[in-house]
């Protein structure tokens, strides 16, 4: 088991909790995707699932520790990659050094750093926009760079918050069967939330979210 979500319960206001009890497991490498309608908690959850968030009750495990407030939650984070609607990269960086910039934070040199943020960038098909700034690229390809960002450090788990939702169907069908090919190969977990359906069958399990909880619609080793 990677992440165990054990009677989760979470509230932005005391008297009002936006999760309920939530019971969740995800295993090594398992990609799961979770629909729900706007407002009903997704990106929420996805914050305590990225140790942001903090939940008021219940315990999260995650890779067999269960945390607390009091844990070096950093520890945790770096084996944990996010991906997000709008790409969120740094405009005043070139394309590698966004790429090389969560490996640069975690104390790696910067030759190492950029050798691995190239590596990543050939992977994603953007080799010939290196050097370039994040600025002078298209919407597809700076999502493509947020893919390279969110996996240049190995993460154990990928968080990807509506990652197709600023492109158009085309762009958004490349970046969702990229991001689930680097998954695969590199036996990465996945949450991902989407609105469109149609990448579903790529997923080991769907989900819905509903009224501060999770039902399952499907699941793998379930
Ligand atoms: N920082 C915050 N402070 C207070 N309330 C918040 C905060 N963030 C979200 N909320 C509220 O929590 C609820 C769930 O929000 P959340 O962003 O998790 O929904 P979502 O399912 O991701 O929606 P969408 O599909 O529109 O992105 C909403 O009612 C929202 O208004
Ligand atoms: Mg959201």
Redesign the pocket.
């Known amino acids: 088991m990677l992440l165990q979500f054990k009677n989760i319960s979470f509230g932005?206001?005391k008297n009002e909790n936006?999760i309920e009890n939530l019971n969740f497991e995800l295993n090594q490498g398992e990609l799961a995707v979770i629909e729900?309608?706007?407002?009903?908690?997704?990106?929420?959850?996805?914050?305590i699932a990225g140790l942001i968030a903090y939940p008021q009750s219940g315990v999260v495990t995650f890779m067999d520790e269960s945390l607390n407030k009091t844990k070096k939650l950093f520890k945790f984070r770096r084996n944990i990659g996010y991906i997000f609607?709008s790409h969120m990269l740094w405009k005043d960086l070139s394309v590698r050094e966004n790429v090389a910039m969560p490996l640069i934070l975690q104390g790696i040199g910067r030759k190492n750093a950029y050798e691995a943020a190239e590596r990543w960038l050939c992977d994603v098909g953007l080799e010939k926009h290196i050097k370039a700034s994040v600025t002078q690229i298209s919407g597809g390809e700076q999502q493509r760079v947020g893919l390279a960002r969110a996996f240049v450090h190995n993460p154990k788990l990928i968080l990807a918050?509506?990652p197709t939702g600023n492109l158009d169907d085309e762009t958004g069908d490349k970046i969702m069967h990229l991001c689930i090919r680097i998954a695969r190969k590199n036996k990465t977990a996945i949450i991902c939330?989407t609105?469109n359906k149609k990448w579903n069958h790529m997923f080991d399990s769907e989900y819905y979210?509903k009224k501060g909880n999770l039902s399952s619609i499907r699941r793998i080793n379930a």
């Open positions: 932005y206001d936006i729900g309608k706007s407002g009903s908690g997704k990106s929420t959850f996805l914050h609607q918050d509506e939330v609105h979210f």
